[in-house]
C-alpha cells in the first residue's frame, strides 16, 4: 500500500470550535520561525518580521496551531538576538513595533496564535542598565542588578570563582573601569556581551513583569523562556571543582542552573498571565467571533535538566505551562530508548497535570534528518553529513511517531522539507559565536539556520531577492517548497497530511497515556483508542498485524491476509476499520 497523502487543502477553522479553548496548548502543533532564516521582504538577505507576515497563508495550510518567533528584538546581534538591548524595540533589521503588530493581527484572522522569545537570564552588554552599570563604576547601583564580583588573586587579576561559559572559556570578564584601572568582573554563562541579570535584585524582577504586560497588551499569546532554568544562580556562587563542567551539563544540577528559586519568579508570573484569560489589552473584553481574545496564554520552558522529573518541576498547576522535552530530542532512532524516554516521559507529567511536549529539532541543534543519517552516540550538535537518504528515511518516520504521541508537538521550520543541516559551511560565513571560542559547545549551530528554500529558482530559492545571509546548497532547490508543493510522497506533502489527519483524529492530540502492543524486536507499537501507531526502527522489514485501516505511512507498506510488512525505518498510522 502506498503512502495515503495528497495536497492539503487550505486549512478552515471555526470559531466555534475555538473560541472556548482555553487549553488549546494541550495539543497544539507549534511551528519555530527563526527570523532572520525565513523570509526576507527587503532584499537585504536577512530574514523579517515582514516577510514572516507574508508567509503565514503557508503555516496556516500547513496545519499548526501557533507560531514561535525567536527573538526579533533590538540587539547587537552577538548572538543571534539572544543579546537583547532593549526588550521593547524591535531591531531594525526585522522591522518595527508595527510591523510586529501586524504580523500578530494577521496571523489570528488565519486562525494562528503567536508565542515570543523572552530572554529573561541575561541581557546585551549594551543594554541600558549594563552600560550605565559600566560607565558609574564600582558601588553603582546599577551593577548590583548583574553580577559584579571582585576578582581573586593578589590584585583580583583572577576570576571570581572556577564557572565556565557555555561557549567555552570563562564565565566571567573583567571590566575596565572609568578611570582607565582593571576593576571588577561580571557573570555571563554565555557570550562576554550576555551580561547575566542578578534576579536578587527586585529591579530586575519588576523590570520583566513590565516587559510581560508590554507585550501582552501587543497580543501575543505566550512567550518561550530562553534559559528557563538559569536565572537563579546558587548563594555565593560557590565553585564547582570540576574542570569538564560541560560535560556535566544535563546531567547533574549546577549552581548556576536548575535552582529552585526559579519557581517563585514563575509563580509570580502566572499570575500575570492569568489576568489576560480572557481579554486583549487595550481592546478590552473579547468581541464576538474574534476567537483569539479568548483562552489561556501560555508560558514554555526551555530548561535543561538532569531528568524527565526535574522538568516538571516547571511545569506544576501554578507554574509554567509547557517545558521542552529535551530528553526526548536527544533520544537515539532506537526502538527501546525510545519506549523509555515516553514511559518517563508521560509518567513525570501526569502528576502535575501538564502536557508532554515533543520535539526533535530547533535552531540549537544538528537537524535530525542529519543527526538520524549518522551513526548514534555522536550527541545533537554533528559535523558530518552522514548518509542522507537514511537520515531523511528516519526523520520522517520519527515525525510520525512524534505526533501520535499524547500531548504537544514543535516542528522546527524547514524540517517539513526534509532540510539536513548545511555541514560544509565556509569559516568565513560562520555566525555562531561559540564557534569562535575554544572547549566550548561545538559552535555549528549556524548548519541548522541556514535560510529556508522556497522556489526552485532565484537568488536565494525564493527567501529573496537579494541573496541570503548564510549560502544555500544548490541542491535546496529540489527541496523548496514550490518543488514539494502537490507532490506525492514528498516530505512536504507528509506533514501537511500527518497535521491534517492529526486534527481529524479524536484519539489523537492531549491525552497523558498510551496502550503498548507486543511488537517484533526493534519496533514500537502501541495504541491510543481506536487508532494505532507502529514505527519501526530496524533496518529490516518487519511484519506486523494490519490493525485496521492505514491513515497515513512515511514509506511503502504492503498489506495481505491480515499482516503489514513495513520496511525499515518506517511508521504506519491505523484506525479501526469502519
Known sequence: MSQQQSAAPARQFSVATVADRRDWWRDAVIYQVYPRSFADSNGDGMGDLEGVRSRLPYLRDLGVDAVWLSPFYASPQADAGYDVADYRAVDPMFGSLLDADALIRDAHTHGLRVIVDLVPNHSSDQHEWFKRALAEGPGSPLRERYHFRPGNGKDGELPPNDWESIFGGPAWTRVTEPDGTPGEWYLHLFAPEQPDFNWDHPAVGDEFRSILRFWLDMGVDGFRID???????????????????LKLLGN??????????????????RTILDEYADRRGPEGPSAEGRWWE?????FVAEAWTPTVERTANYVRPDELHQAFNFQYLSTEWDAKELRTVIDRTLEAMRPVGAPATWVLSNHDVTRHATRFANPPGLGTQIRTAGDRELGLRRARAATLLMLALPGSAYI???????LPDVVDLPDEVRQDPAYFRGAGQDGFRDGCRVPIPWTRTGSSYGFGSGGSWLPQPPAWAGLSVEAQTGTPGSTLELYRSAL?????QPDLGAGDA????????????FRRGEFVCVANTTGESVTTPAYGRVLLTSGEVTEADGEAKVPADTTVWWTKLA
Open 227 to 245: 534559559v528557563a532554568h538559569g536565572l537563579v544562580k546558587a548563594e555565593g556562587l560557590p565553585d564547582l571543582g570540576d574542570h569538564d563542567q
Open 252 to 269: 547533574d544540577v549546577m549552581p548556576f542552573f536548575d535552582q529552585d528559586g526559579v519557581h517563585d519568579i514563575y509563580r509570580q508570573w
Open 412 to 418: 522546527y521550520q524547514g524540517e517539513e522539507l526534509g
Open 294 to 298: 479568548t483562552g489561556g496564554r501560555i
Open 514 to 525: 498510551v496502550e503498548w502492543l507486543r511488537a517484533p524486536e526493534g519496533v514500537v507499537a
Open 500 to 504: 491534517r489527519v492529526r486534527r481529524s
